[in-house]
């Protein structure tokens, strides 16, 4: 192939129509297993894809990628946001050229453009025990919706459940092992499979949402309509987020969002004396720098744990 025609195939393929950019997208999220990761790539490609096609169409490639995180930028998101877009932006351009539409070389280009430093690391929410009882006492008992709402939420807080794995939540997760209620096989980030155990102040609570629902199989959670009727459809993560924000009103507690209960779950737990590779296990973390960061501690190197063995041994001096 001469130069002059590589020249042109590489100029067609940094060119992408929207029906390519749309079929590069779907591939992207069909590699996804995380429903969460699906609508967060989602996002993040369908807003690119607006911005790529309003402006000059100067090809799919490095340079254009480069203006677009600095169009992020200028919208003053956070560094893990912009980063989570350019990441998003990086798997539409592989998937591109796995389609013939984009070439190696400018894929490679794409991959190079660096993300934004994070300039220190946003704190997280935590609830205090007291405060983790005032929000499960702010539940009303007296509603259909307010006892699948406190269900919910103690499994986000009890068992440090994530939004989606509430949503996807199926009776027969519900079993009895070694004497105590477990969710078995339950499938979370990245495709990973964990059992987790149910309190039984937690198990309490569905068993409250099952009796007066009905909902003998399939999905725990179902909607409920005004009127307090139950419906067979499942809930969707927006349920289960106005249900935080509705108990968290009526307690008082500000800015909660329905991650902040797993956060309070692995922080309970390590207040309790619970292991960090327990609680690592818990909450289905791949690192368990991901669960220090979830408690909000790290590594204590002045006070370490195996400096209290109370061994001593005679060194030469001499």
């Not at 699906?38 to 480069?66: D, K, M, T």
């Not at 199926?170 to 105590?180: F, I, K, P, V, Y």
Request: with cysteine; proline share 2%; net charge positive.
């Amino acid at each position: 192939m001469s130069k002059k025609h590589q020249r042109k195939s590489v100029s067609r393929s940094a060119a992408l129509t929207i029906p390519e950019l749309e079929q590069s997208k779907a591939a992207v999220l069909n590699t996804l297993a995380s429903p969460h990761s699906r609508r967060s790539y989602g996002y993040a490609i369908g807003r690119f894809i607006v911005w790529y096609c309003g402006e000059p169409r100067l090809g799919f490639n490095r340079s254009v990628v480069v203006r677009y995180r600095s169009f992020l930028e200028s919208l003053s998101l956070s560094a893990a946001t912009i980063n989570l877009h350019l990441t998003a932006i990086r798997r539409l351009a592989d998937e591109a050229t796995e389609s013939g539409w984009l070439s190696p070389e400018l894929v490679t280009g794409i991959r190079r453009v660096k993300g934004v430093k994070r300039l220190g690391r946003k704190i997280g929410n935590w609830l205090t025990g007291n405060q983790a009882q005032e929000l499960l006492n702010a539940v009303s008992q007296n509603t259909l919706q307010g006892r699948r709402d406190g269900a919910m939420l103690g499994l986000l807080l009890g068992c440090g459940l994530r939004r989606s794995e509430v949503v996807g939540l199926r009776l027969d997760h519900l079993q009895l092992r070694e004497s105590h209620w477990v969710i078995v096989d339950l499938v979370g980030k990245g495709g990973r499979i964990r059992t987790v155990p149910v309190p039984n102040w937690c198990k309490g609570l569905v068993d409250v949402w099952l009796r007066h629902s009905g909902v003998n199989e399939g999905k725990v959670f179902r909607r409920v309509l005004k009127n307090g009727a139950r419906q067979d459809a499942g809930v969707t993560a927006n349920v289960v987020w106005y249900a935080v924000k509705r108990c968290a009103k009526r307690a008082g507690i500000n800015n909660l969002a329905p991650h902040d209960l797993r956060r309070s779950c692995a922080r309970l737990c390590h207040a309790c004396g619970g292991d960090l590779e327990q609680i690592q296990f818990l909450l289905g973390h791949a690192s368990v720098q991901t669960t220090e960061r979830y408690i909000g501690c790290k590594q204590n190197l002045k006070e370490a744990v195996n400096d209290r063995f109370g061994i001593s041994v005679e060194s030469d001096a001499a």
